[in-house]
C-alpha cells in the first residue's frame, strides 16, 4: 500500500474513532498517537491508531473486520526476538489446549503461524481464564496487542498475554496459511528434535500407569498413520484422555511432539487439535500394514507378573516380543502356552519390540494353538555373543561384582551394580540398575544363574556388556 493510501487509511480510521468516542476531540487522539509512538517507537503511525482503536473498543464495532485495516502494520513471526514489550500479531490459531492448572496456577497455551512462520503464545491466570471463555479453535484468524516476548523452554521467542494484551477473532483474509500447511506427517519425524505433526489415530493401547521421578503418571501409546507411513506416539499425563477419548479414524494435529527412541512423544507444552474425518482407508491399512497385528497366535516364552499387570515374553517363531496386558490378571497362563492377539500394534524402541494392545485386546489360546506357532530358541552361549542382540537368555557363574553403588541421573538418584558372569572360560561384564542391583547384590558369588531376556549393548568403552533389564528374570540355579 502506498502513503497516499495508507494516509488514507489513517484519516478513515481517526473519522470511526471520533464517531465511537466523541468525548475525544481530533487533538487529544493525536496526542494520544504520539504518547503511543514515543512508548513504542517500532510502530508505524498507523499501528499507533490501531492499537489506540483497539483500547477504546472501536475494533469490536459490528462493522469492523480484519478488511478495515492493513495486515503488513503487524508484527511478523520471523521478526519476533526475546524481550520485546509491545507487539501485536495478525495470525492463525494453529492449535489451542485447554485451560489447566501448572503448580498452582490458571495456565492456557496456543501455537500460532503467519506466512513467515509459527510460535507457541502462553497465558497464565485472568487471562488465561479470559480466553477460555472465548471459544477458540484451530483456523481462527486472531488479533493480538499489546502482547510481549520472552525465550521459551527452546530457546525461542514466545508470545505472553500480559495485563494489557488483548486476543480478538477477527475476518479471515485468506492471506495466512491453511492450518494443515503447519504439521508435517506423523512418519516423517526422524530426528531427535521437537515437531508439530499431523496423523489418523488407528489404534489406542491398554491405559498404563508409570512410576517416575515425579510421582505415578499415565501413559498410552497409540498407532498413527498417514499417506506416507506409520508412526507410535507415546501420550503423557494430561494428554491421555485427549487419545483415549478421540475415535480410530480421527485425523490429529499435534503441536510439540518430540521424537525419541524412535517414537513420538508428548510433551508439556502439546497442544492436540481434531480435525475432520481422514481420507485413509483404514480397512485396507489394517490388512496391509506389517505393524498392526489381528487375530495373531502367539507362543509364550515367558510370564513376569507385575503388581497391576503381566508381561508375557511371546513370540510366533522369528521374533520376540513383550506383551503388557492387565486382562489377563488372573488367567492361569504359562510358558508354553499360546496366547491370541485379537488386536494391537507393535511398538519398537531401542531394539525390543512390544505388543500394545486395548483394554481386552488379548485372550488366553488353545493348546491346540499353541501348537502351530514354532519354538524359538533364546539361549546363547557367552562365547557365542558376538554383537548386540536384544531378549536373550544367558547363564554362568556370578564371578565377581562391585559394591552397590548410587548414581546420579536425570530422573533421580538410581542404584547400579557392575558384575562379571563367567562360563568355562569366557567372562562377561553386565550391569543392573534399581531393583534389579538390588537383586544382583543379595545373591554371593560363586552361584550359578540365569538371566532371562536381557540386551547386549556396547558401552561407552566399546566393549559388549549385558544389560539387566527392569523386566529381566534372576534365576538361581544352584542353592
Known sequence: MGRQGLMAEYEDLVKRILRRRPELSEEELEKKVEEKLRNSPMLSKLGALLLLADELGVLETPGCSASTFDTSEFTRISSLVSGLNDVSLYVRIIAVSPLVRLNGRSVLRMKVGDETGKTSVVAWEQKA??????????????????AYTRSGPDGKPEIHIGKNSSVKVVEDLGTLPHVESFFIPASKASKTETFDIKGTLVMTGELRSIQTKSG???????FLADEYGEAILVAWRDKVELIT????GTELMLTDVRFKGGQLQTTIRTCIAKAAKSKLDLSKLMTESKRLMNNKVLRVLD???QR?????????GVWVYRLLSSSLVGVDVKEGDAIRVIKGFVSERNGRKTIVTPEYGVMAATDEDARKVPMVDRKRRLADISGEESDIIVEGILHTKT??????????RAEKISFWLRDG???????AWRSKAREIDSIPIGKRIQLRWVRVRQNVFGELEIAVEKDTKVVVLEA
Open 216 to 222: 505415578t503418571v499415565n501413559m498410552v501409546e497409540a
Open 308 to 316: 497391576d499387570f503381566i508381561v508375557f515374553i511371546v513370540s510366533e
Open 245 to 248: 477419548n478421540t475415535a480410530p
Open 403 to 412: 559394591p552397590l553403588g548410587a548414581v546420579e541421573t536425570k530422573f533421580g
Open 129 to 146: 481464564e479470559e480466553l477460555a471463555t472465548i471459544g477458540l479453535s484451530p483456523g481462527m484468524v486472531v488479533v493480538i496487542m499489546h
Open 425 to 431: 572360560e569366557t567372562t562377561v561384564l553386565c550391569s
Open 303 to 305: 510370564v513376569i507378573k
